[in-house]
């Protein structure tokens, strides 16, 4: 346990775009500082020197990180295919972690984080952090009142009309085998010839990425799971195609149906996702609808918003044509069978809560930091990560093998339910 006086030293492993996000609002902590920086390729870590200052150790060689004694917690940012192998060592060197998501590349992979981090008794942060966000703290609240009655189904979608969207990154033009050490990028991955867009869009190809699965449906169900305390599906369904992003082998168009089983925390229910690089306006929307028997509840970006459903005016509409004294008993009827008194006096109620100005990821990193110094309760630990990753990647493995997959969220293990 570390005094309020004790700085945690921190290394950033996979110097890119959100690894040097993470680690701007990490050391926006009091009491957090960054020591050490790695990366396969230098102008990232020529960088990560300009902004942390020249004495910053800087290395393209993650063991020199795990075997550094300063280093009290990392932050794993690399490609997917890295995922699992760097936080099990991380984590057996006695460091705490925070690993983006998905936590892993392959399910095979997640026991493994799961019993290391178990073992080392250090902190393990899955960075999906919109699970931090005050949008689904509240809808979470929303639903465990009540407030939308019962779940039938949720709908969840995350589309982008952008190159950058669609993972098209920019390659620097000093992009060669000097400056990026491709072995060390490559890995246990399978072997290629050196290829810039390879190490720098990596995310178009299955050796190292996990396409729209692992790196925005995990983000849904993440979401979902938050709200509702789902374990899990059962049974994932989904389909798409390279539609108009060609050079790449994983899907630019994905959907993607769930089922949801009967659970303590809610009845069963279905989910349908999905991500579309060309989607039309506006450049990037993202939501995640839940539709009940009295209302319907949406997150998104901005807030949530809270609609019940007039539910007064469902009735036959042959009704009128009853006797007045038919009518009433039949009203009555209906309403002591469908409503409650608290959905009555909430009806058509709209209620809209702005949230615009919480930065999720920022909580999700004081989280962790708070969990090593304070031992507070973590938002986000290896199981609750590999619940979400799992169904996301067997989306993928839904897709390739043209199958429904089966998948036991109780066991966290594929194929025996
Ligand atoms: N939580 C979020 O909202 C969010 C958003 C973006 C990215 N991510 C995740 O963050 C991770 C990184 O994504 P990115 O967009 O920053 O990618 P990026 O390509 O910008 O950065 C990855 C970096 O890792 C480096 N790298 C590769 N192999 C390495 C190794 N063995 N050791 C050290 N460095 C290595 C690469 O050289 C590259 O600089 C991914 O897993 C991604 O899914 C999460």
Redesign the pocket.
Known sequence: MYSPNDTIQIAL??????????TRLATSIPGVKLVAA????DG?LTRMKEAYGPDTFAT???HEIVARKDIDAVI????????SR?SVDCLNAGKHVY????MVHAIEEGQSIIDAQSKSGKVFQV????RSSLAYTKAREFFEQNAIGKLNSVEAWLDRNSAIGA?E?SIPRDANTKT??WN????NAPKHPWDPAR?????NYRD???GVA??LF??LLTGLHTVTNSLGPTRIFATGGIRYWKDRDVPDVMLAVLDYPDSEAHPAFNVMLRVNFKSGLPRESFGVKFIGSEGVMTADFKGVSLDKLPQTDEFDYTIKSFAEETQKTLTAAWNAKHLSPESRIQQGSGEYLDTSANEP?LEHHKNFYRSIREGQPLIEDPTFGLRAAAPALLTNESLFQRKIMTWDPKKLAQGSV
Do not use: L, N
């Open positions: 492993i996979g110097a890119g775009g959100m690894g040097q996000g993470d790695c990366d396969c390729y990232r393209r060689d993650y794993i940012a690399t490609p997917d295919h890295w995922h760097i690993c983006e998501k998905p960075g999906s952090q919109y993972w990154y990026c050490d060390q990028f490559q890995g190490f720098f869009r990596w995310r190292y990425g996990t692992g790196d995990v983000h990821q």
